[in-house]
T-cell receptor, first 113, second 112 residues
Framework: QQKVQQSPESLSVPEGGMASLNCTSS?????YFWWYRQHSGEGPKALM?????GDKKEGRFTAHLNKASLHVSLHIRDSQPSDSALYFC?????????????FGKGTKLSVKS | GPKVLQIPSHQIIDMGQMVTLNCDPV?????FYWYKQILGQQMEFLVN????????KSKLFKDQFSVERPDGSYFTLKIQPTALEDSAVYFC??????????FGPGTRLTVL
């Protein structure tokens, strides 16, 4: 069973719309979460990290973490065609240098102009 | 932003041969990682490396795998001998701070 599950698998939103991506962990040891974005032909690039319950906002991106339900979400407001990419949720048990990341399968986001 | 380079982008080899995947990490980074992604599946942690030593490895890091960073140059993943199930995209990552891993674009390895 995958320890990090993402939904939906794919998502299409109009330009200027809101995109909402979800991630749930089945492992209560996971305490630290990231959202990564990968454009075609490139490696994943970290968008945001979130380690505490609640919301974290960076520009158009807002992440929300609920540790009790092991659920983390990413909301992209005013979506742009350049936001079209594969989005990964990643989680780690450990704080510090031995932080290995466990990834979900990803959500493919398409923003239509 | 900081870039991690991977060479080559695609490698095709025959089963049983040796292959070395090269990673050029961000210059001042101290921690190095390899991840493996089989087509259609999630990226999975293989190994992390610091101060010349493997810190942690997963079950996917078979005995045929080895990593090194000789003289602070490329961080390499060597597979010897290769097997069909080693076909995947291998991503290298590096970090200075533990929570900021920078990933390369990946090397697609095809074992025939």
């Amino acid at each position: 069973q995958q320890k990090v599950q993402q939904s939906p698998e794919s998502l299409s939103v109009p330009e200027g719309g809101m995109a909402s991506l979800n991630c749930t962990s089945s492992d209560r040891n996971f305490q630290y979460f990231w959202w990564y974005r990968q454009h075609s032909g490139e490696g994943p690039k970290a968008l945001m990290s979130i380690f505490s319950d609640g919301d974290k906002k960076e520009g158009r991106f807002t992440a929300h973490l609920n540790k009790a339900s092991l659920h983390v979400s990413l909301h992209i407001r005013d979506s742009q065609p350049s936001d079209s990419a594969l989005y990964f949720c990643a989680a780690s048990e450990h704080w510090g240098s031995n932080a290995k990341l466990t990834f979900g399968k990803g959500t493919k986001l398409s923003v239509k102009s | 932003g900081p870039k991690v380079l991977q060479i080559p982008s695609h490698q095709i080899i025959d089963m049983g041969q040796m292959v070395t995947l090269n990673c050029d990490p961000v210059s001042n980074h101290l921690y190095f990682y390899w991840y493996k992604q089989i087509l259609g599946q999630q990226m999975e942690f293989l190994v992390n490396f610091y101060n010349g030593k493997v810190m942690e490895k997963s079950k996917l890091f078979k005995d045929q795998f080895s990593v090194e960073r000789p003289d602070g140059s490329y961080f390499t993943l060597k597979i010897q001998p290769t097997a069909l199930e080693d076909s995947a995209v291998y991503f290298c990552a590096s970090s200075l701070i533990w929570y900021e891993q920078y990933f390369g674009p990946g090397t697609r390895l095809t074992v025939l």
